[in-house]
């Protein structure tokens, strides 16, 4: 067991999912199993597709399209299907979309994919009861997203195509889309060293320091600190208490962690060396962290409703905030709608100085489409389904499932830019992106500027990342504990953050901790990661 102490503990951090849930999307980590490197299915970029402005890499840069493509040639040559009836299960956030009746993007998708397409759609908070209903009843759809469910490995096995035969190495090649999906993703999707998922892509880089520049700028302050020192002196100087200002603040303290912890270069979730790993909780890094954190709150430079409102969007557009770590995808779902607010990236550098910060890495995957067993023609329909739903950016079916029919769900202003409709803006409500999803790019509507920005903010990050090394591996512990056992370590730290338990209980918290489950997730990892040799 280790021996905590004060500078061998780590605070928890919920990063993953306050990020995802900046995007509108709540996080939770996405359903995988072992990793399996010669079972991944080969990267063959689309060709075919409309070329980035700005390039990205392999490493995880994504890439940068300064206006949208004119062009919009076709990548799938056929209709995937001829006329047959297809079932589906998603999850949704927000307002359900029309009934099919009354759809016309619903329609003209059916049309596209030459199948009549059922979807089973259920709110995100109702999704593990129904889906447990649904597995219970025997009867699966065709197509069932997955983020993470008991014994998901077993289930699998029991009730769903394994996919191996169809993906791994060159057999993906009949599927064009989905071999242009990065391959890191495809690390989500593969459980007892076989293929069984469609990963639903996100971008590596999944949180952004943001920072108003207007803020900053007229304090004389760069956004790019030297050390953590000039860190804390950047957020003293933005705070000024009689103008009700501060320098940062969020729902609940965990985006500070996650920046700061970077800074420390705590592992991201877990940390590997010779097959032995160490969890955040477990981590000196972290220790620090909470130290800085818990300075920071005694010093008034957090937000002081952080511990007891989540309304960090709207301070830091107030101006109420001036640095905000949060999602990447904050930008497009909250940047572009202020155009008069100057935003920029803050770069966050090593603690004690020396460069970049280690950037926590994303998992580049939501979730996980999975497809019913059964007849391997119908198997392959779905795979071709979900390899239209997958068409890169700019190709003719990406541009039809993102705003359907120009002129009906979306028209095109002077510069060559789609725009939904109203009745576009509820009929393309339609979950499809969780069944099949292109690599994330960046692209800002209007806006080729904000492109460069976060293109060059992902180029220099993106060769500090740090991933995480449990990544690809199944712990049925953690499936069923984590979560649970990740909250009452939060309400811990917050409550040593605000002074309402001393920095000492922080060790009977981590034991509690590992007690509970957290040495069991770890005895579950590592013995994967010996079996990888």
């Given at each position: ?30 359903a ?30 994504a ?37 099919r ?57 029991a ?6 035969e ?43 320091v ?25 957020c ?10 501060y ?13 700061v ?39 008034g ?41 100057p ?21 580049g ?56 409709t ?21 692209y ?54 605000t ?25 579950e ?9």
């Open positions: 067991m280790t021996r905590l102490t004060r500078r061998t503990l780590l605070g928890a951090t919920l990063g993953t999912a306050l990020l995802a849930g900046c995007t509108g999307e709540p996080g939770g980590t996405p995988t199993g072992p990793t399996a490197g010669p079972v991944l299915p080969r990267h063959l970029r689309q060709d075919g597709a409309p070329a980035p402005d700005l390039p990205g890499d392999t490493n995880g840069v890439d940068g399209y300064l206006a949208y493509p004119q062009d919009h040639p076709r990548s799938v040559p056929q209709p995937p299907g001829s006329g047959e009836s297809v079932s589906a299960m998603t999850m949704t956030y927000g307002p359900l979309p029309p009934a009746e009354q759809n016309k993007y619903w329609q003209s998708i059916e049309a596209s994919l030459g199948i009549t397409l059922d979807i089973t759609l259920t709110p995100s908070t109702d999704y593990q009861e129904k889906l447990s209903a649904v597995v219970a009843s025997g009867q699966v759809p065709d197509i069932v997203q997955i983020q993470k469910f008991p014994k998901l490995p077993q289930l699998l096995e009730k769903f195509a394994d996919l191996t169809h993906l791994s190495g060159d057999a993906i090649k009949d599927y064009p889309n989905l071999a242009n999906l990065p391959s890191q993703v495809w690390r989500t999707s593969i459980f007892n060293n076989r293929i069984y998922g469609i990963p639903n892509p996100r971008m590596l880089v999944s949180n952004y943001f920072a108003r520049k207007d803020l900053l700028a007229a304090k004389g302050l760069s956004l790019t600190p030297a050390d953590g020192a000039e860190f804390l002196e950047t003293r100087a933005l705070t000024d208490h009689k103008k009700q200002q320098a940062t603040g969020d729902g609940g303290s965990a985006a500070t962690l996650l920046a912890s970077q800074m420390f270069g705590a592992p991201n979730e877990w940390r590997e060396e010779g097959g032995k790993l160490t969890h955040l909780y477990e981590s000196e890094e972290y220790a620090r962290t909470i130290e800085v954190v818990k300075g920071m709150w005694r010093d430079v957090m937000h002081p409703n952080t511990f007891s409102a989540a309304t960090d969007r709207l301070w830091f557009y107030a101006g109420a905030t001036a640095i905000w770590a949060t999602g990447s995808g904050q930008w497009n779902a909250g940047v572009r709608d202020h155009p008069d607010i935003v920029d990236l803050m770069v966050l550098p090593q603690w004690d100085g020396g460069g970049v910060a280690p950037w926590k890495l994303g998992t995957s939501f979730s996980n489409a999975f497809i019913a067993a059964g007849d391997p023609d119908r198997v392959r329909l779905m795979l071709r389904i979900c390899n239209w739903l997958a068409a890169p950016f700019g190709t003719a079916e990406y541009h039809l499932r993102s705003y359907g029919v120009e002129g009906v769900t979306h028209t095109v202003n002077a510069q060559g830019e789609p725009q939904l109203e009745s576009g803006k509820t009929d393309t409500r339609l979950p499809l992106s969780y069944l099949g999803q292109a690599p994330g790019v960046i800002t509507a209007g806006r080729p500027d904000d492109v460069r920005r976060q293109h060059a903010y992902q180029k220099t990050v993106v060769p500090t990342g740090l991933a995480n090394p449990v990544l690809g591996l199944q712990s049925e512990t953690a499936d069923e504990k984590a979560t649970v056992l990740a909250r009452t370590m939060t309400s811990t730290i917050n409550d040593i953050l002074d309402r338990q001393p920095f000492e209980a922080y060790a009977a918290a981590v034991q509690s901790w590992l007690q509970a489950g957290g040495q069991q997730m770890k005895d990892y590592e013995e994967q990661l010996q079996q990888q040799g």
